[in-house]
C-alpha cells in the first residue's frame, strides 16, 4: 500500500509532502503521486522563488524543467513537462479529430479562442538548483505579488499552485465549507 499522508501534508504546516495512493483512488499509472501540502515562500528581487524540495523534485522528475501555466487571477501551477505533454497530446488528437469530421464546423470562433488559451497559457521553465524558479515575464502581471512578496506555494494534487496571499484567502474561505462533501464524492 502507498504512504499515507501526514499530519503536516493534510494541515499544512511544515513543509510540503506528497503521499502515494492506490492505483484505484486519486492515481493514474503516469502520475502515481499526489502533491499535498503547504509553504509560504516570499519572491526576490529578480522574481525567482524557491520551492519546497520534495515538490521541486518530484515537479521535474528526471529533468530541470517543468511547465508554468496561468490558472486565474492571483493563480499560476507548476506541471510535471511530461505528464503535462501528454494530456495536451490527446486533447490535441481529440480536437483534430472533431475538426475533420465536421462537428466543431459552427464553433470555430471557440476553437480559436482555445488555441489563442493553449498558446499563451503556459510556458516551459527551468527549475535551478535548490528548487528556485522565474517567474517569467506574463505570468508575473496574473500572480501580482511584487518582489520581497509572499507567495503561498499549493499542492494541488495534480500539480503544485502558487498562489497571491489574498486570492489564496478568498479561494479558501470559499471551498472549505464543501470540503466534506468534494472529499467524500472523489474518495469514497
Not at 515538490?55 to 511530461?82: Q, T, Y
Request: charged share 30%.
Amino acid at each position: 500500500m502507498g504512504k499515507e499522508p501526514t499530519r503536516e501534508a493534510c494541515c499544512g504546516q511544515g513543509r510540503a509532502t506528497f503521499a502515494r495512493f492506490p492505483s484505484s483512488t486519486l492515481a493514474t499509472e503516469q502520475n502515481k503521486a499526489v502533491f499535498l501540502g503547504e509553504a509560504t515562500r516570499t519572491l526576490d528581487q529578480r522574481f525567482r522563488l524557491s520551492l519546497p524540495e520534495d515538490m521541486a523534485e518530484r515537479l521535474v522528475a528526471g529533468s530541470s524543467e517543468c511547465l508554468i501555466a496561468k490558472e486565474r487571477r492571483g493563480c499560476l501551477s507548476l506541471w510535471n513537462r511530461e505528464h503535462w505533454e501528454e494530456h495536451q497530446r490527446q486533447a490535441a488528437e481529440i480536437l483534430k479529430g472533431k475538426l475533420a469530421s465536421g462537428r466543431l464546423e459552427r464553433r470555430l470562433a471557440d476553437v480559436q479562442r482555445l488555441g489563442r488559451l493553449l498558446s499563451t497559457r503556459q510556458r516551459v521553465t527551468a527549475i535551478a538548483g535548490r528548487g528556485r524558479l522565474v517567474i517569467p515575464e506574463g505570468f508575473r502581471e496574473l500572480l501580482a505579488v511584487e518582489p520581497g512578496g509572499s507567495v503561498n506555494v499549493v499542492g494541488a494534487a495534480v500539480c503544485v499552485e502558487l498562489w497571491h496571499p489574498e486570492a489564496w484567502a478568498d479561494h479558501l474561505a470559499e471551498a472549505l465549507p464543501g470540503y466534506r462533501d468534494l472529499y467524500e464524492d472523489l474518495v469514497s
